[in-house]
């Protein structure tokens, strides 16, 4: 096993703080990876990792030793193929993503064959989810998110943001009426999204005179995922406030109705993000723009 190779197993343990997690996303035994890490150590002269029955956690000097190899292994896989021209034969390699289920299922997947065709060498591993992962630590290379971005250590590359709508079934127009003015709303129900279940919910979210008022309205159900939001809308269950990409077919089949078009939340930020490293991949490069690309024609299709 070479001294990269202890280095990159070093830097999976560092980032799941797990050995047996770092095995796992590696291929490797267990007892494997402990040795790399203790033969990196003794080679170092330095405890590179707190070890508990619990967990397991950088030292200082770890810390420290962790930021220089990821930028050194950055650099390796730059200089490995730096005299590749683009091609189809030339990229290659894994390339891990996150982004949204609806984003994936809608969006990414079904144009995926044409990214495949182009670099039929990449490896993609594309984690689906409605949580916030945790970039470094989870070892992405880049995640699409929805929303605003609080984590200022990552690079954030902005895409075109999703207009949003406002949305109900016929069956609830048909028991509750349509709602006509902001003032209406508090006779109407709302579906509340909270992406931590026990938060304090929102409202219902509009802009006037250029600021966003949130709106507060009753509402008997809180989801935390895009799937059920969207059922609970279909179910009869309150108004929601959904990205416009999201909904669009089922408004065109009539299964929902927009109501108060002049009242919509503000456009929801989408956002490219990826670990600040000095020299990026040129695969996760390639990647990036893809989906940018593909992103942007998915929302301009509404």
Request: proline share 6%.
């Amino acid at each position: 096993m070479s001294a990269l190779d202890r280095m990159l197993i070093f830097t999976r343990v560092a980032e799941l703080a797990s050995f047996t997690q770092a095995a796992d996303a590696l291929g490797l035994p267990k007892a494997s990876v402990s040795t790399a890490v203790q033969q990196l150590e003794a080679e170092l002269g330095t405890r590179l990792l707190h070890r508990t029955t619990r967990k397991v956690q950088p030292t200082q000097d770890g810390q420290a030793f962790y930021e220089r190899c990821k930028d050194l292994l950055a650099d390796v896989d730059e200089v490995q193929t730096m005299f590749q021209q683009q091609g189809v034969q030339n990229l290659r390699g894994r390339v891990r993503i996150d982004m949204s289920t609806g984003m994936a299922r809608n969006a990414v997947i079904p144009r995926l064959p044409e990214l495949l065709a182009l670099h039929p060498l990449l490896e993609l591993e594309i984690s689906s989810t409605e949580r916030r992962v945790d970039v470094v630590r989870e070892g992405f290379d880049c995640v699409l998110r929805v929303g605003p971005v609080g984590d200022t250590s990552l690079i954030a590359r902005p895409l075109p943001p999703l207009r949003m709508v406002n949305v109900v079934s016929p069956a609830y127009l048909q028991a509750h009426g349509t709602p006509q003015t902001l003032a209406d709303l508090s006779s109407h129900h709302l579906v509340h999204y909270a992406s931590t279940l026990g938060a304090k919910p929102g409202g219902f979210d509009t802009t006037e005179n250029g600021e966003v008022r949130s709106l507060p309205m009753q509402g008997a159900i809180t989801v935390n995922n895009a799937d059920a939001y969207t059922a609970a809308c279909l179910a009869g269950l309150g108004l929601i406030q959904a990205p416009a990409v999201g909904v669009h077919l089922l408004l065109k089949q009539g299964l929902l109705v927009e109501v108060l078009p002049e009242h919509v939340a503000p456009p929801m930020p989408q956002t490219l993000l990826y670990a600040n490293r000095r020299n990026l991949s040129k695969r996760v490069r390639v990647v990036m723009d893809w989906m940018a690309e593909v992103v942007g024609d998915y929302v301009r299709t509404v």
